[in-house]
């Protein structure tokens, strides 16, 4: 991999990015941490007084009724007070998560806006995305349903098994064993429905992958008659995903049934046992309001052991995807360099801005300033044993139209990259305006170059979205210019909504996409204009109408293009430089 000199390291972690937003929303923290709290209390306190209500009702001596009224309320009080606790702690939880999760995607994106083209290029696309969505995904669950749940899950067993010691010492030390075996029980049932919903989704993500995927082969597959194959491709895709719902469907049926009835016979044991027919009763026994409480609480106490074995599926999950964000963050960054000026000798040290250089300058008189692109003994690898460019020179006057041309892989469209400032060579070096192209500030560079590339990649939004790119800079007049340049005019004029038509409302061909690239690569008005293999895909006809656009958009500009067919027709007079 080419070592980029303009490389810088910063440490960001996970836990980095929790502990400051933790901070920056002390009060969300601290009403989570509150609700938590509160919510594992009061879930504690209505069988307590339950079993003291049923207790008065059933003993011959009880108290005047005004109190059993009271504990009745105080029992409707305890039990709201517990559901609002734990709604408020769900809530906060959310809160909490989401702007977690914001802040980690925020700090993805802005790494992205930091690394090396180096290290873009030699990144998956979809691996990026999966980051930014799966994984930072998974650290929301990770404190939705991980660590504060699995912490409030584990609070409320200890809590409940506290209060089932103090009415039945018998039942607390039956529950000691039976909670690793409803864990385990858990762990095996929620990891084989897991496993089927993860099959199921890979099914249905090659379900809709074949689908127009063969859509778009069809003539293909007409011709071929292989009709059985694609249908077969596809069914076996279907099927598999139909498999894996009625696995994951059966697991989710079985195993609610399954704990009800344990957590029966668990009562039903008890019961038994504190029953005078199997003289247990001294270890067992009770009274009728402590039994309703007992009840009530191995009601409660399997609920958060079934939670207990899913969180720690979903906190294992998020580790993973906490690895590869934390791996993610700690790529070398470039170094955004500063804007730049350079005072010209012999010109009463006036600032040449590179933004501003133009024919009228006289740049070539300017020894800070010598040329528009000075390419000298430039060599550049991606790998450490596949060298692309080696000990290249080019130098390309204001104004000058060079054409490269060479073999496939000769490092045509990188050498393009190199003058960009995308990547830094390996060894030589390439100037811009005197001004190494890597040190050139990403605020600046849309005003030196304008970059035509070989297809049209659009942007979500409007036709001038597609030619501002966003850039408050780009006024209507530079728009309007732009695509007169571009010879775009006449068709934006006659939308209905012009310049704010929706772009995945309207058809164009390639050629009229590939004008729209003109367009954009000049609105700023840049001074270099570079041209990637921009005909290729088009036809003589079409071919004739951007070749045209360019010449307009080549007026005051120097033009470095790759392209032997550009050269060969553009009507201007250039340069042919071959590269080997």
Same mark, same amino acid.
């Given at each position: 991999m080419n070592k980029n000199k303009n490389v810088t390291k910063r440490r960001y972690s996970v836990l980095g990015c929790v502990l400051k937003e933790a901070s920056k929303s002390w009060s969300v923290t601290l009403a989570l941490l509150f609700s938590v709290g509160a919510a594992v209390v009061f879930g504690l306190i209505p069988p307590a007084i339950l079993e003291k209500a049923v207790d008065l009702l059933t003993n011959p001596g009880n108290k005047p009724a005004i109190d059993t009224l009271s504990l009745g309320l105080l029992y409707f009080a305890a039990t709201a007070a517990a559901g609002l606790s734990e709604s408020a702690r769900e809530v906060f939880i959310t809160v909490f998560g989401q702007r977690l999760t914001h802040a980690l995607r925020s700090e993805v994106c802005l790494k992205i806006q930091r690394l090396p083209s180096?290290?873009?290029?030699?990144?998956?696309?979809?691996?990026?995305? +999966?980051?930014? &969505?799966?994984?930072?995904? /998974?650290?929301?669950?990770? @404190? %939705?349903?991980g660590i504060i749940g699995m912490t409030a899950d584990i609070v409320s067993v200890i809590g409940i098994w506290i209060m089932i010691c103090r009415r039945n010492m018998g039942l607390a030390i039956v529950l000691i064993p039976a909670f690793p075996a409803v864990y385990y029980f858990t762990r095996f049932f929620k990891k084989t429905a897991l496993k089927a919903h993860s %099959?199921?989704?890979?099914?249905?993500?090659?379900?809709v992958g074949i689908l127009p995927e063969t859509l778009k082969n069809i003539r293909t597959v007409k011709v071929y008659r292989c009709e059985k194959f694609a249908e077969d491709r596809y069914g076996s895709a279907v099927k598999a995903g139909f498999d894996a719902a009625e696995k994951s469907n059966f697991c989710d049926a079985v195993y609610s049934p399954v704990i009800t009835a344990f957590s029966a016979g668990l009562v039903a044991f008890v019961m038994i046992m =504190?029953?005078?027919?199997?003289?247990a009763s001294s270890f067992f026994g009770m009274s009728v309001g402590t039994s309703?409480?007992?009840?009530?609480?191995?009601?409660?106490?399997?609920?958060?052991?079934?939670?207990?074995?899913? %969180?720690?599926?979903?906190?294992?999950? =998020?580790?993973?995807g906490i690895k590869r964000i934390d791996g993610f963050l700690a790529l070398d960054e470039r170094k955004i360099p500063e804007g730049i000026s350079r005072t010209a000798k012999g010109a009463e040290k006036r600032e040449v801005n590179l933004c501003e250089c133009t024919e009228n300058d006289d740049i070539s008189a300017l020894s800070s300033v010598p040329m528009a692109i000075d390419i000298e003994k430039?060599?550049?690898?991606? /790998?450490? #044993?596949?060298?692309?460019? *080696?000990?290249?020179?080019?130098?390309?006057? /204001?104004?000058?139209?060079? &054409?490269?041309?060479?073999? /496939?892989? =000769?490092?045509?469209?990188?050498?393009?990259?190199?003058?960009?400032?995308?990547?830094?060579? *390996?060894?030589?070096?390439?100037?811009?305006?005197?001004?190494? +192209?890597?040190?050139?500030?990403?605020?600046?560079?849309?005003?030196? @170059?304008?970059?035509?590339?070989?297809? @049209?990649?659009?942007?979500?939004?409007?036709?001038?979205?597609?030619? &501002?790119?966003?850039?408050?800079?780009?006024? *209507?007049? $530079?728009? $309007?210019?732009?695509? $007169?340049?571009?010879?775009?005019?006449?068709? !934006?004029?006659?939308?209905?909504?012009?310049? %704010? &038509?929706?772009?995945?409302?309207?058809?164009?061909?390639e050629g009229q996409?590939?004008?729209?690239?003109?367009?954009?690569?000049? !609105?700023?008005?840049?001074?270099?204009?570079?041209? #990637?293999e921009i005909t290729a895909n088009l036809d003589s006809v079409t071919e004739d109408a951007v070749l045209s656009s360019i010449k307009a958009a080549s007026v005051n500009r120097t033009v470095l293009s790759v392209s032997h067919r550009l050269y060969e027709r553009s009507g201007k007079e250039s340069g042919l430089v071959f590269m080997n």
């Open positions: 180096s290290s873009l290029a030699s990144e998956k696309t979809g691996n990026t995305v +999966s980051l930014i &969505t799966g994984d930072v995904g /998974t650290v929301e669950r990770l @404190f %939705e349903s %099959e199921g989704r890979r099914a249905a993500a090659e379900a =504190a029953s005078n027919v199997t003289g309703v409480a007992v009840v009530a609480y191995i009601g409660k106490i399997f609920g958060p052991i079934e939670s207990i074995g899913m %969180e720690i599926q979903n906190i294992q999950s =998020a580790v993973a430039l060599s550049f690898r991606y /790998t450490p #044993d596949t060298p692309v460019i *080696d000990d290249f020179s080019l130098k390309i006057g /204001t104004g000058a139209n060079i &054409t490269l041309a060479g073999r /496939t892989g =000769a490092g045509k469209s990188t050498c393009l990259k190199l003058v960009e400032g995308l990547y830094s060579p *390996d060894r030589g070096s390439c100037k811009v305006f005197g001004i190494p +192209s890597d040190d050139i500030p990403d605020s600046e560079k849309r005003l030196i @170059f304008g970059y035509v590339e070989q297809g @049209f990649r659009p942007v979500p939004g409007s036709i001038r979205d597609q030619i &501002t790119l966003g850039d408050p800079r780009a006024d *209507d007049g $530079k728009v $309007k210019n732009a695509l $007169k340049i571009a010879g775009l005019e006449e068709l !934006v004029g006659g939308f209905e909504n012009g310049l %704010e &038509t929706r772009f995945d409302a309207i058809s164009l061909s996409l590939q004008l729209m690239s003109v367009a954009r690569a000049v !609105v700023l008005e840049p001074r270099i204009l570079l041209l #990637d």
